[in-house]
């Protein structure tokens, strides 16, 4: 599945090279303070494709309208009220945007998306050049060279790659010339070293060679004022090479957002220091860093907050400056040390809701300072599943990219899958290719503290509501969430 969205007519485009103050450079490890984060678009004009997806690239603005039905039954907007997977994720997508476009050096700018297109400059290559070690002549001159009568050329000079031809070519003449370097005036073909013979001042060319060969002339590749990349491509090592042949050191692209990851609670500590009796590690920051890292955009850890909603709301708004956007884990149920829900609730900066799936029902999101805030519930593998569903969408989106979602495939379920009726059940599953079909094998039971379980797996299977239990041998949806070349 694919998601069309269209970046905006009005842009600044790339310009010819131009270099880059190393000052100017954000990217590897982000700094303490400044720079500031990158501002989203003043408007992100998306376009569907097919109807499901053109239903997630609506228009974007930051507080999109809610755009699902009330739970049958259920207050709207209240406690009971089931939030459908789908629309919450549509109205997600709605109320991110992408980023504005910034220049960055080539390296930095390897899996970005180009925000405007880029044309030569100059003809590529530049000139006309030797595609053999051997000697320029006029073709014209050797037409009737044969092994035994072989037509001897004087030499009047010679030319490296990266020097200038010190001579030009006339009648029964020839210029010594290497591979790369520039064809001499005068010549229009390259006899190959192998075909001729010293003798004395002289070469001796022992077969004729065409007009124009072995040469590459100049503009052959493209056209001085012809396309390069155009805007929306995902800039990857055959963008880079060519980018770099054709001058540029840096492009225009939408930049990898910076994603500050908190997670929440008095019981957590950090993975390297000891954890007395009742507290556990924090995991969630770690799975969060690695799912945004993966996306593409560049995570960095805001650290343990403790359930204290005066230190949160700090420590979020300490974050903004230097984050395009936030993800907190823990604390959005409705539990006495529920500091997110706390610290953001009653100033309606962030919603906070009960999906309709599992794992992951309590969710929050919405923009503290104008840049989006997830709330995920606390359970690592609400997390995993949550950040799959709803945040790495958005994240692509924000980066310009068109294929936000994960492929999914048909897969065969080997095991029985189950769970509440009412809700999207996110299965962790296994899928392997067997004869030419998929089959989806659960990695373990559905609690949703299970890490290990994500771990082993490889997809979600996705039961859709209205069923309890999918039996063996019955198909089913599965978002795979690794590549399975990597899938060692
Ligand atoms: P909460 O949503 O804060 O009520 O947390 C739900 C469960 O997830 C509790 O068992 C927490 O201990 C656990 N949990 C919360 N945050 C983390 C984290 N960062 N890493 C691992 N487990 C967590
Ligand atoms: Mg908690």
């Given at each position: 599945?694919?998601?069309?969205?269209?970046?905006?007519?009005?842009?600044?485009?790339?310009?010819?090279?131009a270099p880059?103050?190393?000052?100017?450079?954000w990217?590897?490890?982000p700094?303490?303070?400044?720079?500031p984060?990158?501002?989203?678009e003043e408007?992100?004009p998306?376009?569907?494709?097919?109807?499901?997806?053109a239903?997630l690239?609506?228009?974007?603005?930051?507080s999109?309208?809610l755009p699902?039905?009330p739970t049958e039954?259920?207050?709207p907007g209240?406690?009971e009220?089931?939030r459908?997977?789908?629309?919450v994720?549509?109205?997600i997508?709605d109320?991110v945007s992408?980023?504005?476009p910034i220049?960055l050096p080539?390296q930095?700018a390897?899996?970005?998306?180009?925000?405007?297109?880029?044309?030569?400059?100059?003809?590529l290559?530049p000139?006309s050049?030797?595609?053999m070690?051997?000697?320029a002549?006029r073709?014209s001159?050797?037409?009737?060279?044969t092994?035994q009568n072989?037509?001897?050329?004087r030499i009047?000079g010679?030319?490296?790659?990266?020097?200038?031809?010190?001579?030009?070519?006339?009648?029964?003449?020839?210029?010594?010339?290497?591979?790369?370097?520039p064809?001499p005036?005068?010549?229009?073909a390259?006899?190959p070293?192998e075909?001729?013979?010293?003798?004395?001042?002289g070469?001796?060319v022992l077969?004729?060679v065409?007009?124009?060969?072995?040469?590459?002339?100049a503009?052959?590749?493209?056209?001085a004022?012809?396309?390069?990349?155009?805007?929306g491509?995902?800039v990857?090592?055959?963008?880079l090479?060519?980018?770099?042949s054709a001058?540029y050191?840096?492009v225009l692209?939408?930049?990898?957002p910076?994603v500050?990851?908190i997670?929440?609670?008095?019981?957590?500590?950090e993975?390297g220091?000891?954890?007395s009796?009742?507290l556990i590690?924090?995991?969630n920051?770690?799975t969060l860093?690695?799912g945004?890292?993966d996306?593409?955009?560049?995570p960095?850890?805001?650290g343990?907050?403790?359930d204290?909603?005066d230190?949160?709301?700090?420590t979020?708004l300490?974050?903004?400056?230097?984050?395009?956007?936030?993800?907190?884990s823990?604390?959005?149920?409705?539990?006495?040390r529920?500091v997110?829900?706390k610290?953001?609730?009653r100033r309606?900066?962030?919603d906070f809701?009960?999906?309709?799936?599992q794992?992951?029902m309590?969710q929050g999101?919405?923009m503290?300072?104008g840049?989006p805030?997830?709330?995920?519930p606390?359970?690592?593998?609400?997390v995993f599943?949550?950040f799959e569903?709803?945040?790495r969408?958005?994240?692509?989106?924000m980066?310009g990219r068109?294929?936000i979602?994960?492929p999914?495939v048909?897969?065969?379920l080997e095991?029985?899958v189950?769970g509440?009726?009412?809700?999207t059940v996110?299965a962790r599953?296994?899928?392997?290719?067997?004869?030419g079909?998929?089959?989806?094998?659960?990695t373990g039971?559905g609690?949703s503290?299970?890490i290990?379980?994500v771990?082993k797996?490889?997809?979600?299977a996705v039961v859709p509501p209205g069923?309890?239990?999918?039996?063996?041998?019955?198909k089913v949806?599965v978002?795979?969430?690794?590549?399975?070349?990597?899938d060692g």
């Amino acid at each position: 599945m694919t998601t069309g969205f269209e970046l905006p007519e009005e842009q600044e485009g790339n310009k010819p090279p131009a270099p880059v103050a190393p000052d100017d450079v954000w990217g590897a490890p982000p700094p303490t303070d400044l720079p500031p984060a990158h501002p989203p678009e003043e408007e992100a004009p998306v376009a569907g494709v097919p109807p499901t997806q053109a239903e997630l690239a609506a228009p974007t603005s930051a507080s999109a309208p809610l755009p699902w039905e009330p739970t049958e039954g259920a207050e709207p907007g209240g406690p009971e009220e089931l939030r459908p997977v789908d629309l919450v994720r549509k109205w997600i997508l709605d109320s991110v945007s992408v980023l504005q476009p910034i220049e960055l050096p080539l390296q930095e700018a390897q899996g970005c998306v180009l925000a405007a297109e880029v044309v030569a400059q100059l003809d590529l290559p530049p000139f006309s050049s030797s595609g053999m070690d051997g000697f320029a002549v006029r073709a014209s001159d050797v037409a009737e060279a044969t092994p035994q009568n072989p037509r001897q050329l004087r030499i009047v000079g010679r030319v490296a790659a990266g020097q200038q031809p010190d001579a030009t070519v006339g009648l029964d003449e020839a210029v010594r010339i290497a591979t790369g370097a520039p064809v001499p005036a005068g010549a229009d073909a390259i006899v190959p070293v192998e075909q001729t013979s010293l003798q004395g001042e002289g070469v001796l060319v022992l077969a004729p060679v065409k007009e124009g060969a072995f040469i590459r002339p100049a503009g052959q590749d493209v056209k001085a004022g012809g396309l390069l990349v155009p805007r929306g491509r995902r800039v990857a090592a055959p963008e880079l090479g060519l980018l770099a042949s054709a001058g540029y050191s840096s492009v225009l692209v939408h930049p990898r957002p910076r994603v500050a990851v908190i997670s929440t609670g008095d019981e957590l500590v950090e993975p390297g220091r000891p954890a007395s009796f009742g507290l556990i590690r924090d995991s969630n920051s770690f799975t969060l860093f690695g799912g945004v890292r993966d996306a593409g955009a560049e995570p960095f850890l805001g650290g343990i907050v403790r359930d204290d909603v005066d230190e949160l709301r700090e420590t979020v708004l300490g974050l903004a400056i230097r984050a395009d956007c936030f993800i907190s884990s823990g604390g959005v149920s409705v539990g006495e040390r529920d500091v997110v829900k706390k610290a953001f609730f009653r100033r309606a900066e962030i919603d906070f809701y009960k999906v309709a799936m599992q794992p992951g029902m309590p969710q929050g999101f919405g923009m503290i300072e104008g840049k989006p805030y997830w709330g995920l519930p606390g359970n690592p593998v609400s997390v995993f599943v949550s950040f799959e569903v709803f945040i790495r969408p958005a994240l692509l989106k924000m980066m310009g990219r068109h294929d936000i979602l994960r492929p999914e495939v048909t897969a065969i379920l080997e095991t029985d899958v189950s769970g509440p009726k009412e809700k999207t059940v996110f299965a962790r599953v296994r899928v392997t290719r067997l004869g030419g079909e998929w089959h989806a094998a659960s990695t373990g039971p559905g609690q949703s503290n299970l890490i290990s379980t994500v771990a082993k797996a490889n997809g979600l299977a996705v039961v859709p509501p209205g069923t309890e239990t999918l039996p063996a041998g019955t198909k089913v949806r599965v978002m795979l969430f690794r590549a399975l070349e990597d899938d060692g």
